[in-house]
C-alpha cells in the first residue's frame, strides 16, 4: 500500500472488470467480510397518477395476491439511470472509478440514506457497467446498504478507529483491490480525498491509501452538476414538501401569542404538522434526508435578532411591534423545499412598511431574473442592481438563493460567482433579503422551479402585508 498520485490530468487507462467476492463472503484482512449484494431493483414498479413520484414494490413476506402501496421514495429505475448517467461522465473524464463520501452524493446514486457518524462510509462507482457498485459500511450499517440499489459488493469493518482491526481507509483499499481498481494506471475520482471531518475522525486521505501509481482526481462537480437539474419524480416529491411546509407554516402562524417563545411555539407547529404527515402518508413514510429531525419543521425569530440574517432563537416571549422572519419546509422522499416569510406582531410602522414594500421588489427582482439562457451570475447582478436602484445597496448581506433538493441547501447558488447556465428543471430558493440594525430583517424566500419562460413558485404561502399582520 502506498502514497497515489493526485492529478487533474487525464490518461489513457482502461477499466478492467472487478474479481467475483471473496468465497464465502469472507476476508482474511480483518474486515467483516465482502458479500455479493442482489439488486432489489427488479421487482419494483413505478408508481404514476398525481403526486405519486414515487416506487411501490411488494414488501417480503407480502402474500402473492396483495397489491402494492406506494412508497414515498425515489424508484430504482431512476436510481440506474443516474448510475448510467455517472459513467457516461466517466468515459469522458477518462476515469476508472468514483468514490463518493459524502452521504447525500451516496444517497443520490444509490438510495443508501443513513446518519454520518466518526465511522467512514463510502460509495464506489466503477466505470465497467458488467459490475455493481461497491460500499463501505461499519457493522451497524450492514441493514440500511443492504436496502440501496446497484450495490453487488459491501465490505463492512468492525468498528472505528480500528475495531480490533485495521483503520476504515485501509479497508477500503482493499475493496478498491477487490473491484480490480488497485492497478498503478488506475484513475479514481472522488467527491472529497478522503472521510468528512465530523464527530471526532481522523484517517488517511484516500489519494494516501491507494496503490503507488494510482492517479486520485478531484471529482466533486460530478454528482453535483447531475443533482443541479431535477428529474419529473424529484419535481413532484419537492412539490409534496411544499404542500407539508405549507402546513406547518399556517399551524405556526395561527399559534403566535404575545408571551409565548419562538422555541415552544416552533415545537409545538412542527410536532402537529409532522403528526397529520405521518397519519397521512402512511406506514411506508420515512424521514430520509432530514435525520434526527421532525419529518415537518416551522421556526421563526423574532424581534431586532431578525436584523441578522441566520439569527440563533432565544426564550424571550413575542411582544407587540415585533418582526418575525419565519422558516418552513418538510421532507418528503429526502427532498426539501424553503418556505420564509417576514411577519409582524400588531400594526406595522410606516418604517416597517416601507422595508417590507423594498423587500417584495427585490424579490421580484430575482423571480425576474431567473429564466434559461442566462446564467446564475446574471441574474444576481440583476438584484444587485436593484438594491443600486433601490438606495439601498449597503443592506445586501448574502447571495439571492441556492439549489434545494435532497439538502436545503446546495449547489448551484444564485451569485456573482456562479458561472453555472440556468436551465429548465432547476430548483431554488429566491430569497434577497434587507436587514436593517435596530429595526429587524426582511427576508421572504420562495422555492421556485426553473420553465421554459422563467420561473414557477412552487410556495403558495400569502405574500402580501395585509396577511402578514398578526392580530393582537
Same mark, same amino acid.
Given at each position: 500500500?502506498?502514497?497515489?498520485?493526485?492529478?487533474?490530468?487525464?490518461?489513457?487507462?482502461?477499466?478492467?472488470?472487478?474479481?467475483?467476492?471473496?468465497?464465502?463472503?469472507?476476508?482474511?484482512?480483518?474486515?467483516?467480510?465482502?458479500?455479493?449484494?442482489?439488486?432489489?431493483?427488479?421487482d419494483v414498479v413505478a408508481a404514476s397518477g398525481p403526486g405519486a413520484s414515487l416506487a411501490s414494490a411488494p414488501h417480503p413476506g407480502d402474500d402473492p395476491g396483495?397489491?402494492?402501496?406506494?412508497?414515498?421514495?425515489?424508484?430504482?429505475?431512476?436510481?440506474?439511470?443516474?448510475?448510467?448517467?455517472?459513467?457516461?461522465?466517466?468515459?469522458?473524464?477518462?476515469?476508472?472509478?468514483?468514490?463518493?463520501?459524502?452521504?447525500?452524493?451516496?444517497?443520490?446514486?444509490?438510495?443508501?440514506?443513513?446518519?454520518?457518524?466518526?465511522?467512514?462510509?463510502?460509495?464506489?462507482?466503477?466505470?465497467?457497467?458488467?459490475?455493481?457498485?461497491?460500499?463501505?459500511?461499519?457493522?451497524?450499517?450492514?441493514?440500511?446498504?443492504?436496502?440501496?440499489?446497484?450495490?453487488?459488493?459491501?465490505?463492512?469493518?468492525?468498528?472505528?478507529?480500528?475495531?480490533?482491526?485495521?483503520?476504515?481507509?485501509?479497508?477500503?483499499?482493499?475493496?478498491?483491490?477487490?473491484?480490480?481498481?488497485?492497478?498503478?494506471?488506475?484513475?479514481?475520482?472522488?467527491?472529497?480525498?478522503?472521510?468528512? &471531518?465530523?464527530? /471526532? !475522525?481522523?484517517?488517511?486521505?484516500?489519494?494516501?491509501? *491507494? %496503490?503507488?501509481?494510482?492517479?486520485?482526481?478531484?471529482? @466533486?462537480?460530478?454528482?453535483?452538476?447531475?443533482?443541479?437539474?431535477?428529474?419529473?419524480?424529484?419535481?413532484?416529491?419537492?412539490?409534496?414538501?411544499?404542500?407539508?411546509?405549507?402546513?406547518?407554516?399556517?399551524?405556526?402562524?395561527?399559534?403566535?401569542?404575545?408571551?409565548?417563545?419562538?422555541?415552544?411555539?416552533?415545537?409545538?407547529?412542527?410536532?402537529?404538522?409532522?403528526?397529520?404527515?405521518?397519519a397521512t402518508l402512511g406506514p411506508t413514510y420515512r424521514p430520509l434526508s432530514m435525520g434526527w429531525g421532525m419529518p415537518?419543521?416551522?421556526?421563526?425569530?423574532?424581534?431586532?435578532?431578525?436584523?441578522?440574517?441566520?439569527?440563533?432563537?432565544?426564550?424571550?416571549?413575542?411582544?407587540?411591534?415585533?418582526?418575525?422572519?419565519?422558516?418552513?419546509?418538510? &421532507?418528503?422522499? /429526502? !427532498?426539501?423545499?424553503?418556505?420564509?416569510?417576514?411577519? *409582524? %406582531?400588531?400594526?406595522?410602522?410606516?418604517?416597517?412598511? @416601507?422595508?417590507?414594500?423594498?423587500?417584495?421588489?427585490?424579490?421580484?427582482?430575482?423571480?425576474?431574473?431567473?429564466?434559461?439562457?442566462?446564467?446564475?451570475?446574471?441574474?444576481?447582478?440583476?438584484?444587485?442592481?436593484?438594491?443600486?436602484?433601490?438606495?439601498?445597496?449597503?443592506?445586501?448581506?448574502?447571495?439571492?438563493?441556492?439549489?434545494?433538493?435532497?439538502?436545503?441547501?446546495?449547489?448551484?447558488?444564485?451569485?456573482?460567482?456562479?458561472?453555472?447556465?440556468?436551465?429548465?428543471?432547476?430548483?431554488?430558493?429566491?430569497?434577497?433579503?434587507?436587514?436593517?440594525?435596530?429595526?429587524?430583517?426582511?427576508?421572504?424566500?420562495?422555492?421556485?422551479?426553473?420553465?421554459?419562460?422563467?420561473?414557477?413558485?412552487?410556495?403558495?404561502?400569502?405574500?402580501?402585508?395585509?396577511?402578514?399582520?398578526?392580530?393582537?
Amino acid at each position: 500500500m502506498g502514497k497515489g498520485k493526485k492529478a487533474k490530468d487525464k490518461s489513457k487507462d482502461k477499466v478492467v472488470a472487478a474479481p467475483e467476492p471473496d468465497r464465502n463472503g469472507q476476508s482474511p484482512d480483518g474486515a467483516m467480510g465482502v458479500a455479493a449484494v442482489p439488486d432489489r431493483g427488479a421487482d419494483v414498479v413505478a408508481a404514476s397518477g398525481p403526486g405519486a413520484s414515487l416506487a411501490s414494490a411488494p414488501h417480503p413476506g407480502d402474500d402473492p395476491g396483495t397489491t402494492p402501496a406506494m412508497d414515498w421514495f425515489i424508484a430504482p429505475e431512476e436510481y440506474a439511470a443516474r448510475v448510467i448517467r455517472v459513467r457516461a461522465e466517466l468515459v469522458q473524464r477518462e476515469l476508472d472509478a468514483l468514490v463518493l463520501f459524502h452521504p447525500i452524493r451516496m444517497a443520490y446514486v444509490c438510495g443508501f440514506h443513513h446518519l454520518s457518524t466518526e465511522r467512514p462510509m463510502a460509495i464506489v462507482v466503477p466505470l465497467d457497467a458488467g459490475a455493481g457498485l461497491g460500499a463501505l459500511v461499519p457493522h451497524l450499517e450492514q441493514e440500511h446498504i443492504a436496502a440501496a440499489h446497484g450495490v453487488s459488493r459491501v465490505k463492512v469493518y468492525p468498528e472505528y478507529p480500528t475495531g480490533g482491526t485495521k483503520h476504515p481507509m485501509l479497508h477500503l483499499a482493499d475493496l478498491l483491490a477487490e473491484m480490480g481498481l488497485a492497478r498503478r494506471t488506475a484513475r479514481i475520482g472522488y467527491d472529497s480525498d478522503g472521510y468528512l &471531518d465530523i464527530n /471526532g !475522525y481522523d484517517g488517511p486521505t484516500l489519494s494516501s491509501v *491507494v %496503490m503507488d501509481g494510482t492517479e486520485t482526481v478531484p471529482a @466533486r462537480d460530478l454528482i453535483d452538476r447531475m443533482r443541479a437539474v431535477k428529474s419529473a419524480a424529484e419535481l413532484r416529491l419537492i412539490r409534496q414538501s411544499c404542500q407539508w411546509g405549507n402546513l406547518a407554516h399556517r399551524l405556526m402562524h395561527e399559534n403566535l401569542e404575545l408571551g409565548r417563545t419562538e422555541m415552544d411555539i416552533s415545537l409545538e407547529a412542527s410536532t402537529e404538522a409532522s403528526r397529520m404527515m405521518i397519519a397521512t402518508l402512511g406506514p411506508t413514510y420515512r424521514p430520509l434526508s432530514m435525520g434526527w429531525g421532525m419529518p415537518a419543521l416551522a421556526m421563526f425569530h423574532a424581534g431586532a435578532n431578525t436584523s441578522l440574517p441566520h439569527g440563533l432563537s432565544n426564550a424571550t416571549g413575542l411582544r407587540p411591534g415585533d418582526i418575525l422572519v419565519t422558516g418552513a419546509g418538510a &421532507d418528503v422522499g /429526502g !427532498y426539501q423545499s424553503e418556505l420564509e416569510r417576514t411577519m *409582524v %406582531m400588531g400594526e406595522p410602522t410606516p418604517e416597517f412598511v @416601507r422595508h417590507y414594500d423594498l423587500m417584495m421588489r427585490l424579490q421580484q427582482a430575482g423571480f425576474d431574473a431567473l429564466r434559461p439562457g442566462r446564467t446564475l451570475a446574471d441574474a444576481e447582478s440583476d438584484v444587485s442592481a436593484a438594491f443600486v436602484e433601490l438606495g439601498v445597496p449597503e443592506m445586501q448581506r448574502h447571495h439571492t438563493g441556492h439549489g434545494i433538493g435532497l439538502e436545503g441547501h446546495e449547489a448551484p447558488f444564485i451569485d456573482k460567482g456562479d458561472p453555472t447556465p440556468i436551465v429548465e428543471g432547476m430548483v431554488l430558493s429566491v430569497e434577497p433579503g434587507l436587514y436593517v440594525p435596530g429595526l429587524g430583517g426582511f427576508r421572504h424566500s420562495d422555492t421556485v422551479v426553473v420553465t421554459a419562460g422563467g420561473v414557477e413558485r412552487l410556495t403558495y404561502y400569502p405574500r402580501d402585508l395585509d396577511a402578514m399582520i398578526v392580530p393582537i
